[in-house]
């Protein structure tokens, strides 16, 4: 199974976007192939989270708890749940939006992503990247630049397409766009508030 | 935001670029990882590239929790200098404050503001860092929220991009405007980058942190470094002891800060281990010293108990300080009166009855006369000296020697009843502004309640301040503008010379000419037919010349001066000198003239000194020949006191409070009128000499107008210029 891309956004940081149905969380060591690794005092494969129609479904694979109750079953996870892994790794699951299935799953306890993430984004049908608090992924604009637009990735049957709404400046390769474009690996994308790049995992 | 490299690119040998971070004043820093997977930061210096790299170097092996590890100095293929750095994965303070004052950026994770349990621990961490520095001479300058960084709670200092050794010798060395304007200290502007800059750049930070404001705000970059310069926090809304610590941080004078890091710590509740790692000060601290160590009560319940820790401690820092807590034993209050200074009997004398009264009629006699503009206290002073000269003059010395004797004796038996520990506090009186040095202040430290600035309390622009007192702030903004001045070049400080005696001497010879007419329009100058004579001329002549030497001698004194720290004495005496020999030209210039002022006298009146009587030459006679005229001794004399008498140099100082005076004038003639007295040189010629050369000073000399941020702007250009 392919692993999750990597978003790097120029002065945000960066996410894994997790587009498959089934997300596996494990321990950070070589050769150990989970879609999200945590530097941390885990299993190899302590949990997975399945995408089930408009939610998350979270299975685990040793000791874990959802708000401080133990986990003994398959859950739904609810947004803005703190999930607890072996006592000492805290993850926090957060819908910014109804409209979308998309969530963040963000570290909350000491430890750190392998490799460096800000979040990882669990993609339902579509993600927005701006700097209000609906979006998926925050990205404030530079300081000084009064910024209210957005990035809208939304789901195609064949693969990612990304529409720009009030990014001035907005190209794709050094191209200047004006509609939405697919998203390919390695295609950098700049405008004047906000510049990403997708690759592989 | 564009960053010049991108995810995959490796412009430096063995790093391949991830994301562009953030871009700040020097150039990029990028996320990168080495070709064997270490995570790095690594900063293209775009701008001041010696400068920056510089002050690297010096940091390169320094080692502490506390800041950003520097790695490397790199450089690429085309020499374009890379620092290769620790990647600290959370945000910058800064980032955090502006989330935490946005209520729409969701919840804040740890360091809420306005809660010093959460905020002391991580800015404890940021002092440790800093006392760090400066253990191995290095001053930061730049320390502001921007450059500390914040990783899964621990907090580091980074960007050592500005930082300097410490020079004992050579601490105004740098000539470059640095930081940030309102993390900036006041002394900056003139130069000056001790560490103390950093501690006020502390004192700043941990302000906003509680606040979610910075105290020194303004809409100029003048306003912001004008308030740094003459403004007082308003620190009303803190807790005690936190607003002791930053008080004493933020003091104008940085020989009042902390001296070092510890000493802050100490007064947070930390302290710093050998190793350099802050911990929560253990109890045998102070009794006085507040839990500032994240334990404060915040329960009804412990009001109590916090009442009575609050008094017993006051109790012991009274006993400890040797300071009562209501009222001033009687050698206290005798000890109060010698040292509260000029500015503190001042202050008193606005409260006792007497003194109010005259103030209150010599200040309608003034608005009368349409001169209201200026309330100045001193005015009022030289309104009542010229009264007592008047007095003086008039035979009625005895009287007033008496009725100011019973005054001093009453003002001082009402100071004794009425001064109070209240009136010691009082900062104006004390050249300390920060509560260290008050004991009194230092025992509200002990304590302090949760602070009254909630989570989410958004930031306020206009953060209210309030002005130092108006002394202090006319002596920091001189000390600025005296630092400007010296930067003159020899021709500029010439040009000023040449052009002050010019014009000195031009007005000295009209007043003098209009002098004449005044004379002749009151009959002294006329002979027995009425019209001028020739004698009459000389004696202008006279008048004329000795104004315009006299204005010349000030002048040069006091451009000479303007550049130095007062020295009241010193000034005195070599003006008193210079007299000396204005005296002797005046008496040789007399005689080449052959001015018969026995004649011109006799036409006005028969002056005679009023504290001497008609015998007044008993002691005095080596001063005058036998028509009781003075002689060469009696000119000199006279000069020399006049020089002595009137501190000169004040009206042609370009740092002046107002370009001309009207009451410097009278003043002068006053205290010529004075010396007159004891001497009883030629009246009223002496009078209108010193009122000539006041007038020709005045209007001669450069002025710089205390209004005009001339400092604020060239700190301003130099920082445009910088940046």
């Known amino acids: 199974m392919p692993k999750p891309k990597i978003l790097w956004i120029d002065g945000v940081g960066s996410y894994a976007m997790c587009d498959s149905d089934e997300v596996s969380i494990g321990q ?13 005092d885990l299993s190899r494969k302590a949990c997975i989270l399945c995408r089930k129609g408009e939610d998350h479904l979270i299975q685990a694979y040793q000791s874990m708890s959802i708000d401080g109750q133990p986990l003994q079953r398959p859950t739904i996870l609810r947004s803005g749940c703190i999930l607890r892994i072996a006592d000492r790794i805290e993850l926090r699951y957060t819908r910014p939006t109804v409209l979308s299935a998309t969530a963040r799953l963000e570290l909350v306890s000491n430890h750190r992503w392998q490799p460096v993430l800000t979040a990882a984004i669990l993609l339902g049908d579509s993600c927005i990247i701006g700097p209000t608090a609906d979006a998926h992924v925050l990205c404030p604009p530079p300081r000084g630049i009064d910024w209210n637009g957005r990035f809208v990735w939304f789901r195609q049957a064949d ?6 709404v009030a990014c001035p400046g907005l190209t794709a390769g050094d191209t200047p766009i004006g509609a939405p474009f697919a998203i390919k690996t390695g295609l950098r994308v700049q405008s004047e508030v906000a510049s990403w790049t997708l690759t592989d995992g | 935001m564009k960053f010049l490299y991108g995810n995959g690119q490796r412009p430096l040998e063995g790093y391949v670029i991830r ?22 930061a690594l900063k293209r210096i775009q701008k001041n590239l010696d400068v920056e790299i510089r002050g690297v170097r010096h940091c390169l092996n320094l080692r502490h929790p506390n800041l950003v590890a520097i790695y490397d100095i790199r450089y690429d293929q085309d020499q374009q200098g890379w620092i290769v750095m620790e990647f600290i994965e959370g945000e910058s303070l800064r980032d955090h404050l502006d989330r935490s004052t946005d209520p729409l950026a969701g919840p804040i994770h740890s360091y809420e503001l306005g809660k010093p349990e959460r905020i002391l621990p991580v800015f404890a961490q940021i002092i440790a860092g800093m006392t760090y520095l400066h253990d191995q001479g290095i001053v930061h300058r730049d320390l502001k929220p921007a450059n500390i960084f914040l990783d899964k709670g621990l907090a580091k200092i980074g960007d050592y991009g500005l930082s300097k050794y410490i020079s004992a010798s050579r601490r105004a060395g740098q000539t470059e405007s640095v930081g940030t304007f309102h993390y900036m200290a006041p002394e900056i502007g003139k130069g000056e980058y001790g560490k103390e800059i950093d501690i006020y750049s502390l004192g700043i930070i941990l302000f906003e942190m509680l606040t979610g404001t910075v105290p020194f705000d303004g809409q100029s970059t003048q306003e912001i470094l004008l308030k740094h310069l003459t403004a007082d926090p308003d620190l009303s809304m803190l807790p005690d002891g936190l607003a002791h610590v930053i008080a004493k941080c933020l003091a104008k004078n940085p020989t009042h800060r902390y001296r070092d890091g510890r000493e802050m710590l100490h007064d947070l509740g930390f302290e710093l281990s050998a190793a350099g790692f802050v911990s929560p000060l253990v109890a045998s601290g102070p009794a ?13 319940s412990d009001q109590s108990t916090q009442t009575t820790a609050r008094t017993t401690a006051r109790t012991t820092a009274k006993k400890a300080l040797g300071i009562p807590s209501n009222s001033l034993s009687t050698s206290q209050r005798i000890q109060a009166f010698f040292t509260i200074g000029i500015d503190g009997h001042r202050e008193m004398l606005q409260r006792e009855p007497i003194f109010q009264q005259v103030r209150s009629g010599l200040e309608s006699i003034k608005n009368w006369f349409g001169s209201s503009s200026s309330k100045d206290s001193n005015n009022s002073i030289a309104a009542l000296v010229a009264i007592a000269v008047i007095l003086a003059v008039s035979g009625a010395a005895t009287v007033l020697g008496s009725i100011l004797g019973a005054y001093a004796i009453y003002y001082s038996l009402w100071f004794f009843g009425h001064v109070t520990a209240e009136d010691l506090r009082k900062t104006s009186w004390t050249k300390d502004s920060s509560p260290v040095s008050n004991p009194l202040a230092m025992q509200e430290t ?39 001045l010296a930067q003159r070049d020899f021709w500029s400080s010439a040009h000023h010379w040449l052009q002050s005696l010019t014009f000195s001497g031009l007005i000295a010879a009209v007043a003098s000419i209009a002098g004449g007419f005044i004379a002749v ?18 004696a202008i002549a006279w ?27 010193a000034f005195r005496f070599a003006m008193m000198v210079a007299g000396l020999i204005l005296g002797a030209v005046s008496f040789q210039l007399s005689e080449f003239l052959l001015i018969p002022w026995s004649s011109i006298l006799n036409a006005s009146t028969d002056f005679q000194t009023p ?21 060469l001794a009696g000119h000199m004399a006279f000069f020399a006191a006049l020089m002595w008498i009137v501190r000169w140099w004040r009206q042609s100082d370009a740092l002046r409070k107002k370009k001309f005076s009207i009451w410097a004038i009278v003043w002068s003639m006053l205290m010529a009128g004075l010396v007159q007295a004891f001497f009883y040189f030629p009246s009223p010629w002496c009078l209108w000499m010193a009122g000539t050369t006041s007038l020709a000073v005045q209007i001669a000399s450069p002025w710089i107008d205390p209004s005009h941020p001339q400092l604020a702007r060239k700190v301003s250009e130099e920082k445009d210029a910088h940046a």
């Open chain 2, 446 to 484: 002990v304590g302090y309640p949760t602070a009254k600035i909630r989570p989410g309390t958004t930031a306020n622009p206009r953060s209210p301040s309030k002005p130092v007192s108006t002394k202090e702030a006319k002596r920091m903004w001189k000390a600025q503008q005296q630092q400007t």
């Open chain 2, 288 to 300: 006085i010293r507040p839990p500032l160590n994240g334990n404060a009560p915040t329960k009804a």
């Open chain 2, 543 to 569: 008048l004329g010349l000795m104004s315009i030497l006299c204005s010349w001698t000030i002048v040069t004194f006091a451009r000479r001066w303007e550049t130095k720290q007062e020295d009241s004495i």
């Open chain 1, 159 to 164: 693969g990612w397409v990304c529409k720009g």
């Open chain 2, 521 to 538: 329009s009151n009959g002294y100058l006329a002979s027995s037919n009425g019209i001028w004579n020739s004698q009459a001329l000389g």
């Open chain 2, 19 to 40: 994301r562009g971070i953030g871009i700040g004043g020097f150039g990029e820093v990028y996320f990168a990882e080495s070709d064997s997977g270490k995570e790095v």
């Open chain 2, 611 to 631: 504290w001497f009587g008609k015998d007044f030459n008993r002691w005095l006679k080596g001063f005058y020949d036998a028509d009781r005229l003075p002689n």
């Open chain 1, 28 to 40: 950070a060591f070589p050769g150990n192939d989970v879609d999200l690794a945590i530097r941390g």
